[in-house]
């Protein structure tokens, strides 16, 4: 048993950003552990493209039942490579694929697993592992220690730096046999539905600046929406402004939300509910806005104004333009 194993996937020519993430976990663990890099590749997808990342062994089942996501198929299938590869680690991505499949691939491999991990570390010496993950809704730090391998770990995205490319590598294919059967698939894919994203995604975006109650209702974002075009930045949202139905619970930041790590954090009328709080810790700067003093947020914010967002927002958009233009 070794590896550090890593569920990947390879969209539009290139590897995922899920995948580039889970990578740059698998490097800080494989030099420490000493042991090499594998990927699970389903269906096509250039196994070249991980090489150049470091991956020495991908592992592929290449079946036409694997072309739509379906989970009792992918975890088979995924539970065959597993017991062929027998690593160490495995490494998914803390999205909704990985949730949909990390717990039951541990149960299936019967195995320990760690979830929504934001860190991973190795014991110089003992060459042990350490994960770390948020426990209380962010109030607490949790470091687990496993002590069953092969262990499963989700990594929590936009927590992990993707990994560098290693440059020109070759590594090795080895094909996995996985008898799929329809008949094994308890749900079918219906429908697939785009979601709607104007200008520069959420997660991705360098600036993102979030709405909460304190805006009063929907039309407060508007103000969000002028400073985001000029920032070319995104819009989030609390919990609480999605559901009032102000704003969709796509753009909902936080523990049950997206988690962001933008350069620029700004959180108008947020008191800075530790759940909201969860989702913005990779943030470079946090700026808030609030009425209240003593609004928990500004225990996290490095910047921090006290006022009504409608009287603080037009100069401050005003500012930006002559700064940036636009
Ligand atoms: C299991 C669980 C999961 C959750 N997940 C999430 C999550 O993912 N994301 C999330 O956000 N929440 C989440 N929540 C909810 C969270 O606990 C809070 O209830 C929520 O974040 C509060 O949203 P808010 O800050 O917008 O509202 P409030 O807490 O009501 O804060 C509104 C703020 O606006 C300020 N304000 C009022 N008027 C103005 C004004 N004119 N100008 C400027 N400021 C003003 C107020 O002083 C106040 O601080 C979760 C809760 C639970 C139990």
Redesign the pocket.
Known sequence: MGGIFVFAKVENGVPSRSTLELLGGAQKIAAGLEEPVTAGLLGQGDAALLYAYGVETVYRVDHPLLKEYQADLHLLALERIGRTAEPRVILLPGDSLGRDLAGRLAFRLQTGIVTEVIDIDVHPSEKSLRFTRQAY?GKAIAAIVPKAFPVVATLKPRTFDPAARAGDRTGTEIPVEAPLDGAQAGTRLVERVQEETTGVKLEDAQVVIS??????GPEGFDLLVELARVLKGAVG?????TDAGWVPSSM??????KTVSPDLYIA?????????V??ISGAKTIVA????PE???FKVAHLGIV????A?LPPLIARCRELVGG
């Open positions: 809704g709405g909460g109650r304190g805006l009063g949202s609390s919990r609480a402004a909902q930041v936080g523990q049950t939300g108008v009328g947020i008191s800075g509910a530790t759940q909201h969860a989702g806005i609030n009425t209240d609004a928990s947020i006022g009504d967002y409608k603080i």
